[in-house]
């Protein structure tokens, strides 16, 4: 009979021990100084560069935003410029990169901000998130990578490290799940802002390039030491019998 995967209800609630959070982002933190890539994004704290590079990243990878990222800011180099844009023109400048509602949202909120909030994005999460588009990762990374804030961030890449790391098993696709790997993030968050924007970005950064979906490079991990899914996965990928693979006939 299949055994049944563990309900995320059915799970305790995390609690994540201070010393190991510690040592998790110490390594962490070293790793992505050594090793991150280079992203328009990172160099600045511009909160409505960051926003756009956000908006862009969802659902896209990073080499193909690259492009569409500069074009879009040679057009729209401020938030006041893209909220007086005829909409028209916001969709013409996103044209190729996909999913348009991401475009008519950040119009949106660029008109909101214009009209109503002096021209200033909000910097704390909760007032993020009552913006047009803005879910609660994109108000996490926008108040962290912008302003600095001392604030938790889950995206697809956040989520699979820290289940992996902290909680194999944990189903992800449910809300109860999901709910637990924010908490983790939270407990996992250094005592300073500044601190804090190294930490989300190497989390993502580590994500992307090594605890990857279908081909974790664990023996290259920097947290591997602790990682409580390392070994499962690494006896996973051993073949099982030692010898040659048959050829496949032509
Ligand atoms: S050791 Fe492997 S599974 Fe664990 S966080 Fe690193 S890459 Fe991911």
């Not at 040679?74 to 969709?91: H, I, K, N």
């Amino acid at each position: 009979m299949a055994r049944r995967r563990p309900s995320a209800k059915t799970l305790p609630e995390p609690v994540v021990d201070s010393a190991a959070a510690s040592s998790f982002r110490r390594r962490l933190h070293r790793w992505y100084r050594a090793n991150a890539r280079d992203l328009p994004w990172r160099r600045t704290r511009d909160p409505y560069r960051i926003l756009v590079s956000e908006l862009m990243l969802q659902q896209t990878q990073v080499s193909r935003v690259l492009d569409f990222y500069a074009r879009f800011l040679e057009r729209f180099p401020t938030l006041d410029a893209l909220a007086s844009a005829r909409p028209q023109r916001v969709l013409e400048a996103w044209s190729g990169l996909g999913y348009y509602a991401r475009a008519r949202n950040l119009h949106a909120l660029a008109r909101e901000v214009h009209g109503n909030k002096n021209g200033v994005i909000p910097a704390e999460p909760d007032a993020l998130r009552a913006l047009p588009g803005i879910g609660a990762y994109t108000a996490g990374a926008v108040a962290s990578f912008a302003y600095e804030k001392r604030a938790a961030l889950v995206d697809t890449n956040v989520a699979r490290v820290l289940q992996r790391y902290f909680a194999p098993g944990l189903p992800l696709k449910t809300g109860a799940g999901l709910r637990r790997l924010w908490s983790i993030a939270q407990q996992l968050l250094p005592r300073t802002g500044a601190q804090t924007w190294t930490h989300n970005q190497a989390l993502m950064e580590l994500g992307a390039l090594v605890c990857s979906a279908r081909a974790p490079q664990c023996p290259l991990c920097p947290v591997r030491r602790g990682c409580a899914s390392s070994d499962s996965l690494q006896k996973a990928k051993r073949p099982t019998k030692v010898g040659r693979v048959p050829r496949k006939p032509k």
